[in-house]
């Protein structure tokens, strides 16, 4: 797919998202800055569809749209923020950063 650990769309788009024990693009990820998240995977098979064929298409043309929904079987998490300000961002982090995310959403 995308590289991983970047934010995909919306706000701060193209940035690289860097982390520890906190995760940073362009100000901290974290329950002080987002007022929601949701997790767009399996679960939401609508959502999860739409994003994988829509980033597949941006990054590969009509052929990336298959490859997009198909996916992989990699640790990855495609994740749509809502910013306190009311802006959006659509992030792509792997499993490590997954789990420093939801830990600093509480």
Same mark, same amino acid.
């Given at each position: 797919?995308?590289? *991983?650990?970047? %934010?995909?769309?919306?706000?701060?788009?193209?940035?690289?998202?860097?982390?520890?024990?906190?995760?940073?693009?362009?100000?901290?990820?974290?329950?002080?800055? *987002?007022?929601?998240?949701?997790?767009? =995977?399996?679960?939401?098979?609508?959502?999860?569809?739409?994003?994988?064929?829509?980033?597949? %298409?941006?990054?590969?043309?009509?052929?990336?749209? %298959?490859?997009?929904?198909?996916?992989?079987?990699?640790?990855?998490?495609?994740?749509?923020?809502?910013?306190? =300000?009311? =802006?959006?961002?659509? *992030?792509?982090?792997? =499993?490590?950063?997954?789990k420093v995310f939801v830990?600093?959403?509480?």
């Amino acid at each position: 797919m995308a590289t *991983i650990n970047i %934010v995909l769309e919306g706000k701060n788009k193209g940035t690289k998202i860097t982390g520890g024990t906190m995760l940073y693009a362009n100000g901290w990820l974290s329950k002080n800055n *987002i007022s929601s998240y949701t997790v767009i =995977d399996e679960s939401n098979k609508d959502q999860y569809s739409f994003w994988k064929g829509a980033l597949g %298409v941006a990054l590969f043309g009509s052929i990336g749209a %298959v490859a997009g929904i198909s996916g992989k079987n990699k640790k990855e998490y495609l994740i749509a923020i809502e910013w306190k =300000d009311g =802006d959006k961002s659509l *992030i792509l982090i792997n =499993d490590e950063y997954y789990k420093v995310f939801v830990k600093s959403m509480f």
